[in-house]
């Protein structure tokens, strides 16, 4: 099983809402990525989980919260977003980065739209 | 911080022929990985090679293949024998082997003419 699968596929939120994207993988990858890109851009790191702990965090506005409640699962919690918060945002997952290296599988993304 | 530059936007080839497209990347780091990611239409990222920087030899994965010069800090992606399939948006990545830190060039979009 090599696959990350998100959820949901697509999002539209009001700038009030609090919403959730989630993020699963069981290939026991223990480094776990989030990732926002706009269109014909390239992904921009946002956060990196290394054994379900926080251990990049790109500056990133306090409206985005990220969870790592086990090593299979990432979560990021949206809360009072803007309309340029609109976005796909990509999860990855890998190993924690070792000789062997640590190539990033990802998941489809999550299309988010903010109203 | 790391910087990796994809200096051609856009690149066509015909079908069956060879097409190179560049990546250069600027580290103070020694040890590093640098990998070709394609993402298509369908948005999925999928990851075409990779290349430990301690490594000499060139990876090669089926049709396609890198050029890497460590001191140059280089890292291109050759395709051979172009498909109508690899139409897609292609984006050179750098990793540090410190931490799991990768960071993307801007991308290099491919269209394979029939």
């Known amino acids: 099983d090599t696959e990350v699968t998100q959820t949901p596929k697509h999002l539209v939120m009001g700038m009030t809402n609090k919403k959730s994207l989630k993020c699963e993988q069981h290939?026991?990858?223990?480094?776990m990525y989030w990732y926002k890109q706009k269109a014909k851009k390239p992904p921009e790191l946002m956060f990196v989980?290394?054994?379900?702990?926080?251990?990049i965090n790109e500056s990133v506005p306090s409206r985005f919260s990220p969870e790592c409640p086990n090593s299979s699962l990432l979560n990021l919690h949206l809360h009072a977003l803007q309309p340029e918060d609109s976005a796909l945002y990509l999860c990855?997952?890998?190993?924690?980065?070792?000789?062997?290296?640590?190539?990033?599988?990802f998941g489809q993304g999550t299309r988010l739209t903010v109203v | 911080a790391q910087t990796v530059t994809q200096s051609q936007p856009e690149m066509s080839v015909q079908e069956a022929e060879t097409v190179t497209l560049s990546c250069t990347y600027d580290t103070s780091e020694n040890n590093y990985y640098l990998f070709w990611y394609k993402q298509p239409p369908s948005r999925q990222m999928i990851l075409v090679i990779r290349?430990?920087?301690?490594?000499?030899q060139n990876a090669t994965e089926n049709r396609f293949s890198v050029n890497f010069q460590k001191a140059a800090k280089s890292f291109s992606l050759k395709i051979s024998d172009s498909q109508l399939g690899d139409t897609a948006m292609y984006f050179c990545a750098f990793m540090k082997a410190l931490n799991n830190d990768m960071r993307f060039g801007a991308g290099t979009r491919l269209t394979v003419k029939p």
């Open positions: 290349q430990e920087a301690y490594k000499q």
């Open positions: 290939m026991g990858h223990r480094a």
């Open positions: 990855a997952s890998s190993q924690v980065v070792g000789p062997r290296g640590a190539e990033a599988f």
């Open positions: 989980y290394s054994y379900e702990k926080l251990s």
